[in-house]
């Protein structure tokens, strides 16, 4: 057995010198640029946490090592969204079961299929996919996805499954590139057509009491855009230092996305590597054959999820005889009719309409999300402009190519493939950056103010969401000379921050990247300016900010940033609520349910909680109950100003009556689940994998903690007993001079969802004890792994 790793290791060092001596030039003239299928390979070394370093010739031996190491990891996550993206989810798990929400927010496994089938029947994959680059993908990127394609059905021929969620399972079946195309698609319209699947497959053609619909409600509108805002389900925190800042000069990079722990938007971690063409690191979205977020020896980078409103609603004025029929400058245009059949479980099948326009499908429901009606005289379209965008993997790939920052918005410059997330990145010059390049409707605060209906008058300056009048041609949006895309925004009108000493977002607006230099002057569809901004924005401001203008910074200081759990609203308010607490008259107070309860003990313990969300902080659960129960509306004394935005608003209001309700809803919901008041957060706060108890650091993002958790309360358990989403894929990143750079990583869920995989929970628990993966990037640190496993794969 040794002899043979060292044969594999020797012929993979042989690989990576004879490779590397060729120049780049002539390595692209000898690259095969189209997968044989019959003679796929690659080298992927695993070191610990099973964590796999991919070596290949060419693209194509990448992506098909990459696509065989994400199904030896996670097989079952990954056949199940092929699964979505297929539209067969009925055929196997029934038309009824909920799906998990990974690649769209259908209700239902029915809707998720009409739409994915939808999207099937009218090659609108295969068209982006035949575009010529940089609309469509390069031919990079497409060899990726065919020998991603080529790996994955490679390992399910040559591996048992052993992951009991799909051991044997009919639906774990072999894939082709479109499938991997689509989950990239899936991905890109997840901010606009698959925020709205349900109202998509479900708008119908008005008959009888349907006619007539009230209008629709503009705050129900605000409402809609704002679940889709990141803290429905996906946020993240970043932020880069100058060189200005640190000890040697150079840059860092602290990525914290916060991501689901489970399902299709789970990260995976990589190092990728073409000897002479690419060397990456960093984590890839499952089924993706790129990495995501990630660094290599000059550049880190990572993303958070943006403010922009990827999507427009259009207004459609219907011929009055006829509701699928609307007009253009007075001219009748029929909408397109889209029939889709989806066969369900048992072999029967189900039939319905889809309805189609210039502008996109028509959205329909009056309860929905967005809540639109669909009347005799009136329809509404989504405009989704990542419909068109299969360019993410581009943009992607050339980060992972990268030297320096400058080198970052030359690849959103040249791709323009980002659907809804901010970048943030540094480099070993010292540089830092923050852009909002992304792909949005060109939508400017003119033509809005043009073109608004009476309800895009309120929705768009109150929540950046247009909705325009279809029934004008010059409504539409226009085209940035500098834009890939048309009817999109060009590189030139994105907000950019470079080089300040740092840049640091938490999915707010770009206004304070940086707060000694807020950047104004974007249009409205971009993000606000001038507002209040979350409770954790401010504390991450308030901790970077101080970091900065400390200097000497290190990685080190990276680290203890991540795990610092300190809680901005209870270092805000925890003194006061114990003081309000200690005045109720017999240490009483009566909750919701008129029963008078003993709060007493409540005073002291958070008196003396420690403010952080540490697993040892006593009193952190107690505050996390009660801060939930409080009023927002009310909270606070001293309101919010835009002069001082990062301290306002600020002093609560303890003795609004609601305070006292709370507390007593709060102590009688924990006795009653049987937990102390002042009971450790990580024996209340935990995951269960393979029997262990983990306890998990971090909290809520409404506490303003920077190491998010949003946990699943189950009172029957006694606590929080999962994490639906939170801090996912951590990187820490800084370079001293040498070409290995120095990070620290983290997959906070591990590797593998498998239950028998060593790398199932092997990586929380470092994250239970707050404790980090030092990267292997160089090839010296590879080889010295002590648990190296080196597999050479092929077709």
């Known amino acids: 057995m040794r002899t043979r790793m060292r044969r594999l290791v020797i012929g993979t060092v042989a690989l990576l010198t004879a490779a590397t001596a060729l120049p780049a030039a002539a390595a692209e003239q000898h690259r095969p640029q189209q997968p044989s299928h019959g003679g796929l390979s690659a080298v992927i070394r695993y070191t610990e946490y099973g964590i796999p370093h991919i070596v290949a010739r060419n693209y194509p031996d990448l992506g098909f090592g990459t696509g065989w190491a994400q199904a030896a990891d996670q097989v079952c996550t ?121 109202e998509i497959t479900g708008a119908q053609p008005p008959t009888g009491a349907t006619a007539k619909a009230p209008a629709p ?3 129900a509108l605000i409402r809609a855009v704002r679940d889709r805002s990141a803290d429905a389900d996906m946020g993240s925190n970043a932020v880069a230092f100058s060189g200005a800042t640190t000890a040697n000069g150079r840059g860092l990079l602290l990525g914290n996305p916060h991501y689901p722990w489970h399902g299709g938007r789970r990260f995976w971690q990589v190092q990728q590597t073409i000897p002479g063409e690419l060397d990456v690191a960093g984590a890839a979205l499952l ?74 499908p028509v959205v329909s429901d009056a309860q929905g999300n967005p809540p639109l009606p669909w009347t005799a005289t009136t329809a509404y379209a989504l405009s989704d402009p990542n419909a068109a965008n299969m360019r993410f993997a581009d943009t992607s790939l050339d980060f992972g190519k990268a030297r320096g920052t400058a080198d970052i918005l030359a690849s959103l410059g040249r791709h323009q493939g980002l659907p809804w997330v901010n970048t943030i990145a540094a480099d070993s010059a010292g540089h830092s950056l923050y852009t909002q390049s992304q792909v949005l409707p060109r939508i400017t605060d003119d033509l809005a103010a043009r073109c608004s ?79 209040e901004r979350s409770p954790r924005t401010r ?18 200081d990276l680290q203890k940033q991540q795990f610092a759990d300190r809680v901005p609203t209870g270092d805000l308010a925890a003194a006061d609520l114990a003081k309000a607490c200690a005045a109720l008259p017999g240490g009483k107070a009566t909750g919701s349910d008129g029963k008078a309860v003993d709060v007493s003990q409540a005073c002291g313990v958070l008196a003396r909680w420690d403010r952080t969300a540490n697993p040892g902080s006593r009193g952190a659960l107690l505050f996390d109950r009660l801060w939930h129960r409080l009023p927002t509306n009310r909270l606070w004394k001293v309101p919010f100003s835009a002069s001082d935005p990062v301290h306002t608003p600020n002093t609560v209001n303890a003795g609004d009556p609601a305070f006292a309700t709370a507390l007593a809803d709060t102590v009688a919901e924990l006795r009653g689940a049987g937990v102390a008041l002042d009971a450790r957060l990580g024996d209340h706060q935990y995951v269960v994998r393979g029997g262990e108890r983990i306890p998990i650091p971090g909290g809520a993002s409404r506490l303003g903690v920077w190491n998010v958790v949003q946990p699943t309360w189950d009172a029957a358990s006694g606590g929080y007993t999962e994490v639906s989403t939170g801090s996912s894929h951590i990187q820490a990143v800084g370079w001293n001079g040498s070409h290995c750079p120095v990070a620290r990583t983290l997959l906070t869920y591990s590797q593998s969802e498998n239950p028998d995989s060593p790398h199932y929970s092997d990586q929380t628990r470092l994250f239970s004890q707050e404790k980090w993966v030092t990267a292997r990037f160089c090839e010296k640190d590879i080889l010295a792994s002590p648990a190296l496993r080196v597999v050479r794969v092929h077709s």
């Not at 196997?92 to 799906?99: E, N, Q």
């Not at 020896?297 to 006829?322: C, E, K, M």
């Not at 768009?460 to 539409?476: F, H, T």
Request: charged fraction near 20%; proline fraction near 7%.
């Open 78 to 198: 990954l056949a199940d969204g092929f699964v979505t993206v297929r539209g067969e989810r009925s055929r196997f798990f029934g038309p009824d079961a909920a799906t998990d929400g990974s690649l769209s927010s259908a209700s239902d496994n029915l809707s998720s299929d009409l739409y994915f089938r939808g999207v099937r029947q009218a090659g609108t994959v295969q068209k982006l996919l035949a575009e010529p680059a940089p609309l469509g993908p390069s031919r990079r990127v497409k060899d990726l996805m065919s020998g991603f394609a080529a790996g994955y059905n490679a390992w399910l021929r040559q591996n048992r499954i052993t992951d009991p969620a799909c051991e044997g399972a009919p639906w774990v079946r072999p894939v082709t590139p479109v499938d991997v195309a689509a989950r990239f698609y899936a991905i890109a319209v997840l901010g606009g057509q698959g925020r709205a699947t349900d």
């Open 539 to 556: 504390g991450a401001i308030e901790d970077v900010s101080a970091m900065a203008k400390r200097g000497g910074l290190t990685v080190r």
């Open 287 to 360: 089924g993706s054959p790129t990495v995501s977020i990630g660094y290599n020896s000059r550049v880190a980078w990572s993303h958070t999820v943006s403010t922009g409103v990827p999507f427009d609603i259009v207004r459609l004025t219907l011929d009055p005889a006829d509701p699928t029929v609307y007009l253009v400058d007075g001219k009748r245009e029929r909408m397109t009719k889209r029939t889709v059949n989806v066969t369900v479980k048992g072999g029967s099948s189900v039939t319905r309409t889809q309805w189609w326009t210039r502008y996109g």
């Open 453 to 531: 209906t009476d309800l895009g008058r309120v929705t768009y300056p109150q929540a950046g969401l247009a909705v325009l009048d279809g029934s004008r041609a010059d409504c539409a949006p226009g085209n940035d000379p500098d834009a890939v895309q048309p009817g999109t925004f060009g590189p030139a009108r994105m907000p950019t921050l470079l080089d300040a000493p740092y840049a640091e977002n938490s999915n707010d607006s770009a206004w304070l990247t940086d707060a000694d230099r807020p950047l104004t002057g974007y249009e409205r569809i971009f993000g606000d300016i001038g507002t």
């Open 217 to 219: 409600s503009a705050q």
